[in-house]
Nanobody, 124 residues
Framework: QVQLVESGGGLVTAGGSLKLSCVES????????MGWFRRAPGKEREFVCA????????YYADSVKGRFTISRDNAKNTIYLQMNSLKPEDTAVYYC?????????????????WGQGTQVTVSS
């Protein structure tokens, strides 16, 4: 059973930074493509960024490109989301997700496992 646990959310003022972490409990973390999604109040969950299981390549939504950085540490079964220059519109519950398929996953339906989410609130 794969479990994903996010941490690092909180309240920050606009322009500030936060770093989210997501720990995976299984034994095959290095084989999973990983991603971050978010759901803002009253909106559907949306893709934020993803990192490949093969070569560490990354992909970002236009709304966060240049401000957010996804990374992974396979030795710690952990991915990270460094969020800089935060804006009020970044306020959302952030979810990490794991895809058993090899490579890079960009779409919500590709992911097999989800964390419970961590709240990020950016005040203006």
């Amino acid at each position: 059973q794969v479990q994903l646990v996010e941490s690092g959310g909180g309240l920050v003022t606009a322009g500030g930074s936060l770093k989210l972490s997501c720990v995976e409990s299984g034994r095959t973390f290095r084989n999973y493509a990983m991603g971050w999604f978010r759901r803002a109040p009253g909106k559907e969950r949306e893709f934020v960024c993803a990192i490949s299981s093969s070569d560490g390549s990354t992909y970002y939504a236009d709304s966060v490109k240049g401000r957010f950085t996804i990374s992974r540490d396979n030795a710690k079964n952990t991915i990270y989301l460094q969020m800089n220059s935060l804006k009020p519109e970044d306020t959302a519950v952030y979810y990490c997700a794991a895809d058993r398929a090899y490579g890079l996953a960009l779409r919500e339906y590709e992911y097999d496992y989800w964390g419970q989410g961590t709240q990020v609130t950016v005040s203006s």
